[in-house]
């Protein structure tokens, strides 16, 4: 009972320290939100590649080369579709839940998490902001976090960035 009840705060704490880590790391100067501003078409599959990491555990298998362009559409209240798309042709969708906050939208944390007490706990999460710059570009944030303990041996790995995306058009 006292492994289930450890284990119920290392979750309960992941849970809550993921946003103020995000922010307090990326340190975003975001804009007055606006949706009009995050709706729009980017360049490159990077967007793709980090919102389809907050979708599924899984690997994308979309093959992509070539002129590659994310097309993300909010609808103002809780969910974002993502589409990719290679020489104009659409290739692949994804539709994520999604929260607004103040300056920003934070995408809903995928959070998976495996407890066999005594013998293997894994834990993988994955929080992703997104907010307007002053070039009316979008800003990402990121953080990732994987740990795996077993019987006694533990590992384990954090990563947070941020980056800018041009945008081509609305």
Same mark, same amino acid.
């Given at each position: 009972?006292?492994?289930?009840?450890?284990?119920?705060?290392?979750?309960?704490?992941?849970?809550?320290?993921?946003?103020?880590?995000?922010?307090?790391?990326?340190?975003?100067?975001?804009?007055?939100?606006?949706?009009?501003?995050?709706?729009?078409?980017?360049?490159?599959?990077? &967007?793709?590649? *980090?919102?389809? =990491?907050?979708?599924?555990? @899984?690997?994308?298998?979309?093959?992509? +080369?070539? /002129?590659?362009?994310?097309?993300?559409?909010?609808?103002?209240?809780?969910?974002?579709?993502?589409?990719?798309?290679?020489?104009?042709?659409?290739?692949?969708?994804?539709?994520?839940?999604?929260?607004?906050?103040?300056?920003?939208?934070?995408?809903?944390?995928?959070?998976?998490?495996?407890? &066999?007490?005594? *013998?293997?706990? =894994?834990?993988?999460?994955? @929080?992703?902001?997104?907010?307007?710059? +002053?070039? /009316?570009?979008?800003?990402?944030?990121?953080?990732?976090?994987?740990?795996?303990?077993?019987?006694?041996?533990?590992?384990?790995?954090?990563?947070?960035?941020?980056?800018?995306?041009?945008?081509?058009?609305?």
């Amino acid at each position: 009972m006292r492994i289930f009840c450890i284990l119920l705060l290392v979750f309960c704490f992941s849970s809550c320290t993921t946003n103020r880590y995000v922010i307090k790391h990326c340190k975003p100067n975001p804009n007055e939100l606006s949706f009009d501003r995050i709706n729009g078409v980017y360049e490159g599959s990077e &967007l793709w590649n *980090i919102l389809y =990491k907050n979708f599924s555990r @899984k690997n994308d298998t979309t093959a992509l +080369s070539g /002129n590659i362009e994310t097309e993300i559409n909010f609808n103002g209240t809780d969910k974002i579709t993502a589409a990719v798309y290679e020489n104009g042709l659409k290739k692949n969708q994804i539709t994520l839940k999604a929260k607004i906050y103040k300056d920003y939208v934070s995408i809903k944390k995928r959070q998976h998490l495996i407890p &066999l007490p005594f *013998i293997y706990f =894994k834990s993988d999460v994955h @929080k992703t902001l997104l907010y307007t710059n +002053s070039e /009316n570009n979008l800003g990402l944030c990121a953080y990732e976090s994987v740990t795996l303990n077993i019987l006694v041996f533990a590992g384990g790995k954090t990563n947070h960035f941020s980056s800018d995306y041009i945008k081509k058009s609305n």
